[in-house]
């Protein structure tokens, strides 16, 4: 099997950002992601005022993703609340606006209304790696977590938008935590079967919201198909569970 390596760094790859925590008047999103972005500067650490231009230059800077995803996730929030890309700007704590991209049926926060949306629920996480038998987390395991949580919650009427946030996110964790188990350009769909995200990394990432100790950019750029391909995998895989 032909992967790339996690380990490797690009040429032109620079360090990691120093990490540190949110303070109390920092803003933070309900996703991990976009939240140790944050801590580690890619955004700013306030979290406030942020545009869609810093969104995709911080999402392609720290993971090495090819600048169409981050402007695929960046002007689809922008989008959703309304604003103007080329002149307007965002906090993160706005995409904990209920009914807009916050969304029910999360892997690590309670469902509105009534329960904390913004904050990880280090429960809900262990519960997520709990689901895979193995010491990673893989698209199986995605799939049975993404069906459990739907389940827990009710089986809630979502739009297709959410779906495909949820499908998208899942396929986030396991493309961004992965350890060097990412098929090559161009490899069959089969080998997504074969991407492993360390539940310690996964752990790290979603509850202390920073880039695991050994955790390093890929050595390519990983682009908008071949995460759409990961995400359609996992819907697969949460049919079948």
């Not at 890309?85 to 704590?93: G, V």
């Not at 309670?110 to 329960?115: A, F, L, S, V, Y």
């Not at 074969?194 to 390093?216: C, H, L, M, S």
């Amino acid at each position: 099997m032909k992967v790339i390596s996690l380990f490797q760094f690009a040429s032109a790859a620079a360090a990691l950002k120093e990490w540190a925590p949110a303070g109390p008047s920092d803003s933070r999103s309900p996703c991990p992601g976009l939240n140790t972005l944050a801590n580690h500067g890619y955004l700013p650490h306030d979290g406030k005022k942020i545009s869609m231009s810093t969104f995709v230059s911080a999402i392609t800077e720290a993971f090495n993703f090819d600048p169409s995803v981050g402007q695929f996730l960046a002007s689809g929030a922008f989008q959703v609340f309304g604003l103007n890309p080329a002149n307007d700007t965002l906090d993160l704590e706005t995409l904990n606006t209920p009914g807009r991209l916050e969304h029910p049926a999360s892997l690590s926060r309670h469902d509105q209304p009534g329960g904390d949306s913004l904050h990880v629920d280090p429960e809900r996480v262990d519960a997520m790696l709990a689901d895979s038998p193995h010491l990673f987390l893989d698209v199986v395991s995605a799939g049975v977590s993404r069906r459990r949580t739907f389940l827990e919650s009710g089986r809630p009427n979502l739009t297709e938008t959410i779906w495909t946030i949820m499908f998208g996110e899942s396929s986030l964790t396991l493309i961004a935590m992965n350890n060097g188990t990412f098929p090559a350009a161009g490899a069959p769909t089969e080998e997504i079967y074969n991407i492993q995200a360390p539940k310690d990394w996964v752990k790290i990432w979603y509850e202390e919201e920073r880039f695991p100790e050994g955790w390093t950019p890929f050595a390519r750029s990983i682009n908008l198909t071949e995460l759409g391909a990961v995400g359609a995998v996992i819907r697969s895989e949460f049919v079948k569970s």
